[in-house]
Every structure is written in C-alpha cells, then in structure tokens.
C-alpha cells in the first residue's frame, strides 16, 4: 500500500538562546501534534503547511519553503481503515498568534521547548524533527 502525502508546520519561536515549539492536539485521539493537513494545489506544500497552522492553530509567520523533513504515522481514515501517511514537514517562525481561528474550540494549544515537546508527540520521528530544530535555526541565522 502506497504512503500518502501530508504537510506540516512547525510553529516555533526564539525567546533569547530558547527555542519554543507549538504543539496543538489532535481532533480525534487529543495526542499533541503539530498542525498539518493534505495537499491542496495550486497551494505549495510549504503554503498549505502555513496554512493548516492558521486555521488550527491561528499562527501566522514566515514559513520555510524547503521541509526540516519528514515523519510517518498511521492515519485512521474511517472506523475500519487507516492509511499510512508520509508528512513532510516545514519549520514556521510564528510572528502573529491570532486571539481567534476556525479549531480553536477543537484543539488545545501549548508552547514547550523543542526538547520537551519532543518527549510529548507519540511519534518517534517527529520527535527527531522537533530535536534537530535547534540545530536547523542556527544554520539559518546569518553569521
């Protein structure tokens, strides 16, 4: 059975030498997640994955064009079935966090450090991805 695609944000914030991650639940299951959803041309990956954080979890901000990476995690699609879904994922610098937005009765929210919210997500690769951010924002700070 083929993967199918997602795309994620990965709302962040730098506060001094501390990086902040935000982690919002899941509709279904409340596991901590980050925001993402399907593609949805003409919109980029990267577009759609900004997207998806503003209406779930009403962040805005400057997202990157190319993934941190990606992760994998089974999806239930209907009460028998659920797909194995590939999740390529895009590190968002939030620069507005919306008093309202379309789930937020849905989904509670939280701003942890990246090493924290790593402990909190059941998947083990996102976990690698919310460790390695650190690393990824150093690369992209100017010398």
Excluded at 12 to 31: A, N
Excluded at 110 to 118: D, F, G, K, S
């Amino acid at each position: 059975m083929a993967e199918l695609a997602q795309c994620a944000a990965l709302p962040y914030l730098l506060l001094g030498d501390e990086i902040r991650v935000c982690l919002i639940t899941s509709r279904g299951t409340k596991r901590w997640i980050i925001p993402k959803g399907w593609p949805n041309p003409p919109f980029q990956p990267y577009e759609q994955a900004a997207r998806e954080a503003e209406e779930e979890a009403g962040l805005v901000g400057e997202i990157a064009a190319d993934p941190i990476g990606s992760y994998t995690y089974r999806k239930r699609l209907h009460f028998f079935s659920s797909a194995e879904c590939r999740v390529s994922v895009y590190p968002l610098l939030v620069t507005i966090q919306r008093v309202r937005w379309p789930e937020q009765a849905e989904r509670e929210l939280i701003w942890v450090p990246a090493i924290e919210a790593a402990d909190m997500v059941h998947e083990a690769e996102l976990g690698r991805l919310l460790v390695s951010l650190p690393r990824w924002v150093d690369a992209k700070e100017p010398a």
